[in-house]
C-alpha cells in the first residue's frame, strides 16, 4: 500500500512538473481528429492540376477509413481493372482492403488526356460489377458500400470509391478535383 | 526600500522553489534505485498488469519453440506421394499434437520456397494476391468459395484443377471450407476435398499436395453463431482423418493462429473475426515452410 502511495505521489509530482515545463505553449501533435479544419476544405485550395492521386487517396482515408487497406502497385492494375490501359496512366493510387473480407476500394486515376480517362471509365465498371457479383451473396450487410459506390470522371481524372460513407468521400475528392 | 524588500521576497521564493525541483529530483532517483534493485515492483501499481502480460508471451514464444525444434519428424509415407525428394517430410502425429499446444511462433519464411507453389483457397486466399505474397498466377482463390465450388467455379478461364495442370507446381496447398460450416455440412465438405484431391493428383502426379486446416474464429465472431470453434474443430478433424485415408499431408494452421484460449488471436484476425490480417500471411506461410522443412 505503501508503495502504491508514493508511486501515485510521483506521477503526481511529475504530471505537475510536465504541466509547468509546457507552460502556455500548446501541444505539438493534434490528433487528425481534433483538427479543426476537414482536409477537404484544405484541399480545396490547392490546384486540381498539382494534387498527387496519393494525397486524395490518404486523404479519403483519414476520414473514411479501409480496414486492412493496401496500396497496389501500377503491374498489378490490369489484375483488378480488366482492360484498364496502365501505359495511359500518368498518376494513381489504388487501396484495397487486402484482407479480402470487405469489399471498400479507392481508386484515383489521372490519365494522359481526357480520352484515355473517358476510355478507362468502362475498366472500372466492369471491376464494380465484379466487386457487387463477388459481395452480394458472400456479405449481403456490406452491400450497402457498392450500391452507393461512386465513378466519376473530371478531365484527365477518373476516381472509384466503394466505402462505408461513399458520400463522405466523395466530397473530399472533390475537394481536390472540384 | 519597499521595492527591494518586494524583489527578496521573489529571490527568496526562486530559492525554495529550486530546492523544492532539488528534493523532487532526488526523490526521483530514490525511487528509480528502489525500482531497479526490485525493492519496488511495479505490479503493486494497479495500472501495471498490461507489461507483465507481455512478458508472458514471449516466455511462450521460447518455451514452445523449443518443443517444436525438439520433435523429431516422421518421413512422408511412400504411400502419401511419389516424391523422391528426402528434405519433404509429413508432420508426424505427434508433432501435430504438439504443434496445437504453440500461438505464437516465428513469422520468418523464405520467399523462394514458395516460388513453385500453387494454392487454392477462398476470400481468405485472395489476401496472398492482395497484399502481393504471391502473383495471381500462383493462386486460385475467390471470395465465398468453399469444397464444393472449388470443383467448378473457374476464374480467367482456369478451374482450380485445370490450373494447377497447366501450372504442375511443386506443392499445392488447399484451404477450404470455412464459407461452408453454416449451410454445407461437415462430412459434405471433406468428401468435397477429398474429390479435389483426387482430382488434383491425378493432373499433377509430381506435385506434393497439402490439406490445410481451416483457422479459427474469434470469440466475438464465435458468438455470433454462424460460425463457431466448434464446427471449426469438427470439420478440422474430419479433414485430418479424410488426409489420412487419401494419403495426404495434413497441416494445423488452425491452432498456430489461436490464442492461450483457443480462438483466433486478435494479432493475426481481421475485424470481422474470420479474415486474416497481413501478419496472419506470414505467420501461415513460415508454419508452411518449417514444417515441410523439418
Known amino acids: 500500500m505503501k508503495k502504491k502511495i508514493l508511486f501515485a505521489m510521483l506521477t503526481a509530482v511529475l504530471a505537475v512538473t510536465a504541466a509547468s515545463c509546457g507552460g502556455n505553449t500548446p501541444a505539438s501533435?493534434?490528433?487528425?481528429?481534433?483538427?479543426p479544419a476537414s482536409t477537404a476544405d484544405t484541399a480545396a485550395a490547392e490546384p486540381a492540376s498539382d494534387a498527387a492521386a496519393a494525397d486524395i487517396t490518404k486523404a479519403v482515408l483519414d476520414e473514411v477509413p479501409i480496414n486492412s487497406a493496401f496500396e497496389k502497385k501500377k503491374?498489378?492494375?490490369?489484375?483488378?481493372?480488366?482492360?484498364?490501359?496502365?501505359?495511359?496512366?500518368?498518376?494513381?493510387?489504388?487501396?484495397?482492403?487486402a484482407s479480402g473480407?470487405?469489399?471498400?476500394?479507392?481508386?484515383?486515376?489521372?490519365?494522359?488526356?481526357?480520352?484515355?480517362?473517358?476510355?478507362?471509365?468502362?475498366a472500372v465498371v466492369d471491376r464494380l460489377a465484379y466487386q457487387k457479383e463477388t459481395?452480394?451473396?458472400?456479405?449481403?450487410?456490406?452491400?450497402?458500400?457498392?450500391?452507393?459506390?461512386?465513378?466519376?470522371?473530371?478531365?484527365?481524372?477518373?476516381y472509384y470509391l466503394v466505402t462505408s460513407d461513399n458520400e463522405k468521400a466523395e466530397s473530399i475528392v472533390k475537394g481536390f478535383l472540384g | 526600500m519597499a521595492k527591494k524588500n518586494k524583489v527578496d521576497g521573489i529571490s527568496?521564493?526562486?530559492?525554495?522553489?529550486?530546492?523544492?525541483?532539488?528534493?523532487?529530483?532526488i526523490l526521483l532517483?530514490?525511487?528509480?534505485?528502489?525500482?531497479?534493485?526490485?525493492?519496488?515492483?511495479?505490479?503493486d501499481v494497479a495500472n501495471m498488469d498490461q507489461p507483465k502480460e507481455a512478458a508472458s508471451i514471449v516466455t511462450t514464444v521460447i518455451t514452445t519453440d523449443t518443443v517444436e525444434t525438439e520433435t523429431e519428424p516422421e518421413e512422408e509415407t511412400a504411400e502419401t506421394t511419389t516424391e523422391t525428394e528426402p528434405e519433404e517430410t509429413e508432420p508426424s502425429e505427434e508433432e501435430t499434437e504438439e504443434s496445437t499446444l504453440t500461438a505464437i511462433e516465428s513469422d520468418s519464411y523464405d520467399e523462394s520456397f514458395f516460388a513453385n507453389d500453387?494454392?487454392?483457397?477462398?476470400?481468405?486466399?485472395?489476401?496472398?494476391?492482395?497484399?502481393?505474397?504471391?502473383?495471381?498466377?500462383?493462386?486460385?482463390?475467390?471470395?465465398?468459395?468453399?469444397?464444393?465450388?472449388?470443383?467448378?467455379?473457374?476464374?480467367?478461364?482456369?478451374?482450380?484443377?485445370?490450373?494447377?495442370?497447366a501450372m504442375q507446381p511443386k506443392r499445392i496447398f488447399i484451404m477450404l471450407g470455412s464459407n461452408g460450416l453454416a449451410y454445407l455440412g461437415n462430412t459434405h465438405m471433406a468428401d468435397q476435398m477429398k474429390v479435389l484431391v483426387e482430382q488434383l493428383r491425378e493432373v499433377c502426379p509430381d506435385s506434393y499436395i497439402y490439406v490445410v486446416s481451416i483457422p479459427p474464429v474469434t470469440k466475438e465472431h464465435d458468438a455470433e453463431g454462424q460460425e463457431t470453434m466448434v464446427m471449426v474443430n469438427g470439420y478440422n478433424k474430419l479433414l485430418k482423418s479424410m488426409c489420412e485415408e487419401a494419403g495426404?499431408?495434413?497441416l494445423d494452421l488452425c491452432s498456430k493462429l489461436e490464442d492461450n484460449t483457443g480462438y483466433f488471436s486478435e494479432a493475426y484476425a481481421e475485424a470481422d473475426g474470420l479474415h486474416f490480417l497481413g501478419t496472419a500471411y506470414k505467420r501461415m506461410l513460415s508454419f508452411f515452410q518449417r514444417s515441410i522443412e523439418l
Not at chain 1, 458500400?145 to 473530371?154: E, F, H, L, M, T
Request: aromatic fraction near 14%; charge should be negative.
Open chain 2, 12 to 25: 527568496l521564493a526562486i530559492v525554495i522553489l529550486n530546492i523544492a525541483i532539488v528534493a523532487v529530483l
Open chain 1, 75 to 97: 503491374e498489378s492494375l490490369p489484375d483488378y481493372f480488366d482492360g484498364l490501359d496502365v501505359d495511359a496512366i500518368e498518376d494513381f493510387s489504388y487501396y484495397i482492403c
Open chain 2, 248 to 250: 495426404v499431408v495434413y
Open chain 2, 29 to 43: 532517483v530514490v525511487l528509480i534505485y528502489l525500482y531497479m534493485t526490485g525493492k519496488l515492483e511495479p505490479a
Open chain 1, 135 to 158: 459481395y452480394e451473396t458472400y456479405t449481403p450487410d456490406e452491400m450497402y458500400k457498392i450500391d452507393g459506390a461512386v465513378i466519376q470522371q473530371s478531365g484527365n481524372w477518373v
Open chain 1, 29 to 35: 501533435t493534434t490528433k487528425a481528429s481534433e483538427a
Open chain 2, 118 to 165: 500453387y494454392f487454392i483457397g477462398d476470400s481468405i486466399y485472395t489476401g496472398l494476391i492482395n497484399y502481393g505474397y504471391f502473383p495471381e498466377s500462383q493462386v486460385f482463390a475467390q471470395v465465398g468459395l468453399n469444397p464444393d465450388s472449388a470443383l467448378t467455379k473457374e476464374e480467367g478461364g482456369y478451374t482450380a484443377v485445370s490450373k494447377a495442370e
Open chain 1, 101 to 122: 473480407a470487405y469489399p471498400d476500394e479507392i481508386a484515383v486515376f489521372r490519365f494522359k488526356t481526357s480520352d484515355n480517362a473517358d476510355s478507362a471509365v468502362k
